[in-house]
């Protein structure tokens, strides 16, 4: 290899790339971007998945969720002031409930 191709920033790109995650997983990542090189085309994904993004919001819910059906009432939120403060905002369907996907698109 060349001095001008390791130096290559569309070589280091598809080096990163090629350390990344699985190909499975790549498959389902919500950005896709095609890159015209010298090398020949590179193909970029990026993001979360819907689903990995929703874990954190899930376990917040779950530990303050009393019923158990993986929402939050305004009762079930009153330990918490900010999501008291907040819950009309929050709850996006104004089913009087906040779901993960509510939450996360909130904070």
């Known amino acids: 290899m060349n001095d001008s191709m390791r130096n290559s920033p569309a070589v280091a790109l598809a080096a990163l790339l090629a350390i990344g995650t699985a190909g499975a997983q790549e498959a389902a990542l919500p950005h896709t971007t095609q890159l015209q090189t010298s090398q020949g085309p590179v193909t970029v994904r990026w993001g979360q998945t819907a689903e990995s993004g929703l874990a954190p919001f899930q376990s917040r819910i779950a530990g303050m ?29 104004r089913d009087g409930r906040i779901s993960a996907r509510e939450l996360a698109n909130w904070s």
Do not use: H
């Open 65 to 93: 969720d009393k019923d158990g059906d993986g929402m939050l009432s305004p009762q079930e939120a009153a330990g918490d002031a900010a999501l008291v403060r907040q819950f009309k905002l929050i709850d996006q369907d």
